[in-house]
């Protein structure tokens, strides 16, 4: 089964600092890997997504993840960010078949101080 | 395009009432669908998954239930809310091929 872990629960970054939110999966098979923004009192949505193909995805609001299969890892990256940024972030791992197979990690808070 | 509708946003039911929270999806068919609950400080947990209409499974044992009376309806309920209960419902879809979901506004309980 997989399982995903993420680091750090909270993130405080100045505005227009660069940032890292980290996540390691594990899995004996190959997955597909997401990350996911809430705002408060709202539903998740998808920042970007790895199915296959090139290791460096780019997702909106300026996001980006690479995919390391080595450490197993799906860091989410942005190099400046904004106040509208802070939010709750979710890693996200799903094996390649079975409808129940989407594992969600805890969450990290980002909080952007101006 | 798709699109997925929740409702209501907030409930306040007294403990032992009935619930019901509905979730519909529009612009595909057959999808998977999904009902999380997110406590306060917490991920998500999976509380049931369909894959078709009538299919429900359950991931925890729990004072709730769910249903799919149609292809795109999912519908949670509880005859008797209890304290516990409390949190925020999120509905979520994906299709078939099961690679992203994509969830709804969500809603907020809270049993009194």
């Known amino acids: 089964a997989q399982s995903v872990t993420q680091l750090d629960s909270q993130v405080p970054v100045f505005e227009e600092a660069p940032v890292e939110l980290r996540c390691n999966y594990s899995?004996?098979?190959?997955?597909?890997l997401f990350w996911y923004v809430q705002y408060p009192n709202q539903g998740l949505q998808l920042l970007l997504k790895?199915?296959?193909?090139?290791?460096l995805v780019k997702g909106i609001n300026g996001f980006e993840a690479e995919f390391n299969k080595s450490q197993t890892s799906f860091h989410l990256r942005k190099p400046s960010v904004h106040i509208s940024d802070t939010a709750e972030y979710f890693c996200a791992v799903r094996g390649p078949t079975g409808a129940n197979n989407l594992f969600f990690g805890t969450g990290t808070r980002l909080t952007v101080i101006p | 395009s798709q699109t997925i509708h929740q409702w209501p946003a907030t409930l306040v039911q007294p403990v032992g009432s009935p619930l019901s929270l509905e979730c519909t999806v529009e612009g595909t068919s057959n999808p998977n669908l999904y009902w999380y609950r997110q406590a306060a400080g917490r991920g998500l947990q999976l509380l049931f998954y369909s894959v078709g209409i009538g299919q429900i499974s359950s991931e925890v044992p729990q004072n709730l239930s769910a249903s799919r009376p149609q292809d795109r309806q999912f519908i949670l309920s509880s005859k008797k809310l209890l304290l516990s209960d409390s949190g925020f419902y999120l509905c979520?879809?994906?299709?078939?091929?099961?690679?992203?979901?994509?969830f709804g506004q969500g809603t907020r309980l809270t049993v009194v």
């Open positions: 979520a879809w994906s299709p078939q091929m099961n690679t992203e979901a994509f």
């Open positions: 899995s004996s098979v190959s997955v597909y």
């Open positions: 790895y199915l296959s193909g090139s290791t």
